[in-house]
């Protein structure tokens, strides 16, 4: 392929056709909350069922401890390493290619899966609906899969701007959505049904004892997982050093408390049994929880609002899973074919394009939990790394050599409790999805020797260092 | 240091790599499904004659059960007498934390030798 | 056969109509840009210009 070594001048800006900086602060809200505010209306439920509700209460927060954590880490970096790519293009600088080649599958798989599983769940959610209105002997749900990836894969193809605005609009519309439903629910306005006492008893309190609370930790993290994903916006914010940090920690905020608010309304309206089963209780659970209090505008209103946001999630995730994609192949770390951009809309189409019939087979093939647990696991391997990537970065790049439009206090306490909460977050995984874990990482093994083995050759290697830093302390 | 010129891959060259890839994260999902070693293995443990309080539920959780669509207790006791099976064996901790630390340890140690070169690249040999 | 069933072909249309107005323009393009063109994109470009880093030891080789 001719292009492939073809080597553009660093100072021909003009010639080169890039992203387009176009996004604002809340955008980065949108993206970020937009990809995870989906695990509110399904999935967290799985770790009710691993450890009974309290579990999965306490799993929500150190969960929520744990992202903090994450936030504050990659503001700091990211406000100064502002590229697609994300933490790919920071463990390329920072660690080296190897670590950033895994990091950019973990994105990739991350993002993918969860895209997958929202597809999943909204050809769920369409099922469900035919059923309430008297459709017969159940629904094919294949094509409402299908239409949900391709119509997001086509606003994606189309340009960055409205992507995001419509991912603005319908995730605020959700978060509206689940604030309604407690203050429906809850003493404080509403009627008051909530039988977190009764519902909590006995039996009912820990019924794995002490060990669920940590196994519950696995899905806890389902209630933020992708929030990281702002930082694939850098190329196309208008001001990344300041958007970044704002909208992810904003992002963070309002996930914590529409974690709690789900928590609360699911468990004091769901035995744990029925609640903690995914797949076959309550697959969107706050939309069971609307059914249970029998007034249809709440039942209207988050089944909108669990469409949207399953929506908005799968919109997101195209959106950060191609450009990761795209920044690898700009670097030649995979066929540099796919390092393209759109003349027109300045989208990376050939990673979106890519992408789909990926996210597809996964769709239509594969069980939620599993999906998810794939996906949780591609997160996780990547929540091990930023620590690493932290302490790192201060390491080769005090404070005081290069200016960073963010400094998380604490250094070092947030990169160490993000490492103990990962290894937490291991072993509850190992409990119940041991085989999954060893499959998942004999795979990133497997690629990691084909990639230093054979990928490798067809990097240039000075070429991936991009940002105007000086020479790394100790290399 | 020499400027290293990577070798210019060819097109059927560009879509095995692609292929290479996706057999092996296909395979990573579906292969433990297909050997049916996939965990969450929740299995209900029968209890016989099942009554609501056999099954531990109060009055509050019976009405809800209810609510949600199951009139007795026969009808909801797969759903909650399922369990995980949460007993280990050390050996496979073990196995599992070698693994996982293994594979961060091999992983940065390689990347480390890939940065040098880059940095030596980029900024001049010490 | 009821309304659901007409839905159910629907979504199957229009899947198949958003595929085919990517595939379509996907083609468009590739064949009237070159490579080299599309392919431009160069990572860290605007920060060179817009950032200046004070760097001390060492100089970019480019």
Redesign the interface.
Known sequence: MAHSDMDVDHTAHGQSMGLLRVLGPAHVWALGVGIVLVGEYMGWNFAVGKGGAYAALIACWFAGVLYSCVAMIDSEVTSTVAAAGGQYTQAKHIIGPLMAFNVGLYLVFAYTMLEAGNAITLGFLVDTVAGMTGHEGGLDQRPFIVLAIMFLAWLNYRGVLATLTFNLVITAIAFVAIITIFLATSPLLGAGEMLHKDLMSGQASLPYGWLGILAAMHFGLWYYLGIEGTTQAAEEVRSPARSLPFGTLAGIMTLLIAATLTWYVCAGLMPWEYLGDGVNGAVAPLFSAAQITGSSALVWLLGIGTLFATLASANGCINDASRAWFSMGRDHYLPAWFGAVHPVYRTPYRAIIFLVPIALIFALGAPLDQVITFSILSGLLGYTFMPINMIMFRKKWPLDTIKRGYEHPLHPLPAISLMALCSVTYFAVFLGYGTQLIAMIGFYIVVSLWFHFWRYRFVKRADQFTMPWPRPRGY | MARYIPPVQSKLGQVIDVIVLVVLSVGALFVPLWLGLAGSAKLPVPVENPTWESLGQNPVMVAQWNKLGFPDAASAHDMITARYDYSFSWISLAVMVIVIVGYFVMMIRFSDIEYREVIAEKFGEK | M?T?NYI??G??G??AL??L???I??IK?DTT?????????????????T????????????
């Open positions: 009821d659901w159910e072909y979504a199957w229009l899947s958003f595929g107005l990517i595939v323009d996907w393009i840009y070159s490579e080299e063109m599309l392919t431009s994109s160069r990572e860290g470009v605007l920060e060179a210009m950032e200046k880093h004070k760097l001390e030891g060492g100089d970019g080789t480019f």
